[in-house]
Protein backbone atom coordinates (compact mmCIF):
# COMPACT_ATOMS: atom_id res chain seq x y z
CA UNK A 1 0.00 0.00 0.00
CA UNK A 2 1.14 3.51 -0.68
CA UNK A 3 0.22 6.68 0.45
CA UNK A 4 0.31 9.98 -1.42
CA UNK A 5 0.60 13.56 -0.49
CA UNK A 6 0.45 16.48 -2.76
CA UNK A 7 2.20 19.92 -2.21
CA UNK A 8 2.97 23.05 -4.74
CA UNK A 9 -0.31 24.16 -6.04
CA UNK A 10 -0.86 27.70 -5.45
CA UNK A 11 -2.06 30.71 -7.27
CA UNK A 12 -0.34 32.10 -10.21
CA UNK A 13 -0.75 34.47 -13.05
CA UNK A 14 -1.44 33.41 -16.68
CA UNK A 15 2.07 32.25 -18.48
CA UNK A 16 3.53 31.79 -15.13
CA UNK A 17 4.77 28.25 -14.00
CA UNK A 18 3.90 25.70 -10.94
CA UNK A 19 6.05 22.85 -9.43
CA UNK A 20 3.70 20.02 -8.28
CA UNK A 21 5.25 17.46 -5.89
CA UNK A 22 3.90 13.89 -4.88
CA UNK A 23 5.31 12.46 -1.57
CA UNK A 24 5.18 8.45 -1.67
CA UNK A 25 5.58 6.44 1.29
CA UNK A 26 6.22 3.01 1.39
CA UNK A 27 9.93 0.94 0.33
CA UNK A 28 8.22 0.14 -3.08
CA UNK A 29 7.57 3.18 -4.96
CA UNK A 30 9.04 1.47 -7.98
CA UNK A 31 6.51 -1.05 -8.39
CA UNK A 32 3.85 1.68 -9.13
CA UNK A 33 2.70 3.50 -12.03
CA UNK A 34 1.67 7.06 -11.39
CA UNK A 35 -0.07 9.84 -12.70
CA UNK A 36 -1.33 12.92 -12.19
CA UNK A 37 -4.90 13.99 -12.89
CA UNK A 38 -7.14 17.25 -12.33
CA UNK A 39 -10.62 17.91 -11.87
CA UNK A 40 -12.25 21.54 -12.23
CA UNK A 41 -15.62 22.49 -10.69
CA UNK A 42 -18.45 20.95 -12.13
CA UNK A 43 -16.08 18.88 -14.76
CA UNK A 44 -15.35 15.14 -14.74
CA UNK A 45 -11.56 14.43 -13.34
CA UNK A 46 -9.23 14.53 -16.75
CA UNK A 47 -6.15 12.85 -16.98
CA UNK A 48 -2.99 15.42 -16.88
CA UNK A 49 -0.19 13.00 -17.69
CA UNK A 50 1.78 10.06 -16.41
CA UNK A 51 4.89 8.04 -15.69
CA UNK A 52 5.72 4.36 -15.51
CA UNK A 53 7.50 2.82 -13.17
CA UNK A 54 11.31 3.29 -14.74
CA UNK A 55 10.15 6.58 -15.88
CA UNK A 56 10.82 5.16 -19.40
CA UNK A 57 7.34 5.78 -20.83
CA UNK A 58 5.57 8.93 -20.78
CA UNK A 59 2.06 9.87 -21.44
CA UNK A 60 0.53 13.50 -21.42
CA UNK A 61 -3.09 14.79 -21.90
CA UNK A 62 -3.04 16.66 -25.52
CA UNK A 63 -4.05 19.89 -23.36
CA UNK A 64 -0.85 20.36 -21.77
CA UNK A 65 1.68 18.80 -24.13
CA UNK A 66 4.75 21.31 -24.55
CA UNK A 67 3.88 22.94 -21.54
CA UNK A 68 3.73 20.10 -18.65
CA UNK A 69 6.64 18.03 -17.37
CA UNK A 70 5.87 15.04 -15.19
CA UNK A 71 9.17 13.13 -13.73
CA UNK A 72 9.61 10.72 -10.58
CA UNK A 73 12.55 10.23 -8.19
CA UNK A 74 12.51 6.33 -7.30
CA UNK A 75 15.38 7.18 -4.73
CA UNK A 76 13.36 9.57 -3.48
CA UNK A 77 9.89 8.40 -3.82
CA UNK A 78 8.20 11.34 -5.75
CA UNK A 79 6.85 12.35 -8.57
CA UNK A 80 6.77 16.11 -9.75
CA UNK A 81 4.39 18.06 -12.45
CA UNK A 82 6.23 21.05 -13.66
CA UNK A 83 3.76 23.44 -14.99
CA UNK A 84 4.61 25.91 -17.36
CA UNK A 85 3.18 28.84 -19.65
CA UNK A 86 -0.44 28.37 -17.33
CA UNK A 87 -3.68 29.07 -19.01
CA UNK A 88 -7.05 29.73 -17.06
CA UNK A 89 -8.49 26.44 -17.91
CA UNK A 90 -6.06 24.65 -15.92
CA UNK A 91 -7.16 25.69 -12.94
CA UNK A 92 -8.57 22.62 -10.63
CA UNK A 93 -7.65 20.25 -8.05
CA UNK A 94 -4.44 18.55 -8.87
CA UNK A 95 -4.31 15.24 -7.56
CA UNK A 96 -1.50 12.37 -8.06
CA UNK A 97 -2.10 8.47 -8.20
CA UNK A 98 -0.51 5.10 -8.47
CA UNK A 99 -1.39 2.01 -9.84
CA UNK A 100 0.31 -1.14 -8.99
CA UNK A 101 -1.57 -3.08 -11.92
CA UNK A 102 -1.14 -2.60 -15.75
CA UNK A 103 -3.68 -0.86 -17.31
CA UNK A 104 -4.10 2.20 -19.91
CA UNK A 105 -2.05 5.22 -18.03
CA UNK A 106 -5.18 7.83 -18.63
CA UNK A 107 -8.05 6.47 -17.36
CA UNK A 108 -8.95 7.13 -13.63
CA UNK A 109 -10.03 3.12 -12.79
CA UNK A 110 -5.98 2.15 -13.61
CA UNK A 111 -5.30 3.58 -9.91
CA UNK A 112 -5.99 2.48 -6.97
CA UNK A 113 -4.31 4.71 -4.65
CA UNK A 114 -5.05 8.63 -4.85
CA UNK A 115 -3.49 11.74 -2.87
CA UNK A 116 -6.03 14.56 -1.44
CA UNK A 117 -4.75 16.81 -4.29
CA UNK A 118 -4.13 20.22 -4.37
CA UNK A 119 -5.56 23.62 -5.81
CA UNK A 120 -3.85 25.05 -8.52
CA UNK A 121 -5.51 28.73 -9.75
CA UNK A 122 -4.46 30.34 -12.80
CA UNK A 123 -5.91 34.19 -13.08
CA UNK A 124 -6.28 36.29 -16.59
Known amino acids: QVQLVESGGGLVQAGGSLRLSCAASGRTFSSYAMAWFRQAPGKEREFVAA????????NYADSVKGRFTISRDNAKNMVYLQMNSLKPEDTAVYSCAASVRVGPPNIPLTYGYWGQGTQVTVSS
Open 51 to 58: VSRSGGII
